[in-house]
């Protein structure tokens, strides 16, 4: 089970941190990931880092702006995202697989149930 959180309203230039914690003690055995869905938008690709280097890879609208890191011993991945642009209001959600699945939403089998990021300009 994944929980996600830190959602919020925040003015362009500023900055979030979501957290996503989860449940279960298999945690490193999945690779993570960070999709957002605006209203009226398919679910679309924000970053991923993998379960076994932590090496990580990133939308192209969000590369030098968001950090994807991941904390096993807590059990919790996280997406710093600095400089945010209206264009980033979503409802972020969280995802795991236990094969490495990049950006491909439809790989992903177990989700959390997402956090509303507003930017307003």
């Known amino acids: 089970q994944l929980q996600a959180s830190g959602g919020g309203l925040v003015q362009a230039g500023g900055s979030l941190r979501l957290s996503c914690a989860a449940s279960?003690?298999?945690?490193?055995?999945?690779?993570m990931a960070w999709f957002h869905q605006a209203p009226g938008n398919v679910r679309e690709f924000v970053a991923v880092i993998r379960k076994s280097d932590a090496s990580s890879n990133y939308a192209d609208s969000v590369k030098g702006r968001f950090t994807i890191s991941r904390d096993n011993a807590k059990n919790t991945v996280y997406l710093q995202m600095n400089s945010l642009k209206p264009e980033d209001t979503a409802v972020y959600y969280c995802?795991?697989?236990?094969?490495?699945?990049?950006?491909?939403?439809?790989?992903?089998?177990?989700w959390g149930q997402g956090t509303l990021v507003t930017v307003s300009s």
């Open positions: 279960g003690r298999t945690f490193s055995s999945y690779h």
């Open positions: 995802a795991a697989a236990q094969f490495y699945a990049g950006r491909y939403y439809q790989s992903y089998h177990y």
